[in-house]
């Protein structure tokens, strides 16, 4: 048996991009998620590190994606992982990992 689930919680980098395959609508997003800094008892100072995540959402996400989402937004998102290569112009390969989503929540902020 084997499990292929991511689950993230971070920000949206760029407005979703939109394109249609065989008149399916598909959103890709750019999430950003952070560990914070960390400074250890030595007082070594571990920066901040960002990770940047690639979404592809498909159908009804593609189209709320594109409604609803803007760079900023805060998302939940399950979904799994898809890597996929491909041969450019000057026949280099170039590969990439995306998450597939299948659920996505936005959260929204509280006002203070």
Same mark, same amino acid.
């Given at each position: 048996?084997?499990?292929?689930?991511?689950?993230?919680? $971070?920000? +949206?980098?760029?407005?979703?991009?939109?394109?249609?395959?065989?008149?399916?609508?598909?959103? %890709?997003?750019? *999430? =950003?998620?952070?560990?914070?800094?960390?400074?250890?008892?030595? $007082?070594? +100072?571990?920066?901040?590190?960002?990770?940047?995540?690639?979404?592809?959402?498909?159908?009804? %996400?593609?189209? *709320? =994606?594109?409604?609803?989402?803007?760079?900023?937004?805060?998302?939940?998102?399950?979904?799994?992982?898809?890597?996929?290569?491909?041969?450019?112009?000057?026949?280099?390969k170039?590969r990439?990992?995306?998450?597939?989503?299948?659920?996505?929540?936005?959260?929204?902020?509280?006002?203070?």
């Amino acid at each position: 048996m084997s499990v292929n689930r991511v689950i993230l919680v $971070g920000n +949206v980098g760029s407005d979703p991009s939109m394109r249609y395959i065989d008149g399916k609508p598909v959103a %890709n997003v750019s *999430l =950003a998620t952070n560990e914070p800094a960390v400074t250890r008892s030595d $007082g070594t +100072v571990i920066p901040e590190r960002v990770e940047w995540h690639t979404l592809v959402m498909w159908g009804r %996400n593609a189209e *709320l =994606a594109e409604q609803y989402i803007n760079k900023g937004t805060k998302l939940y998102v399950e979904g799994r992982l898809r890597t996929r290569t491909w041969q450019d112009q000057a026949a280099i390969k170039h590969r990439v990992t995306e998450v597939w989503v299948d659920s996505v929540d936005i959260i929204l902020r509280g006002n203070k």
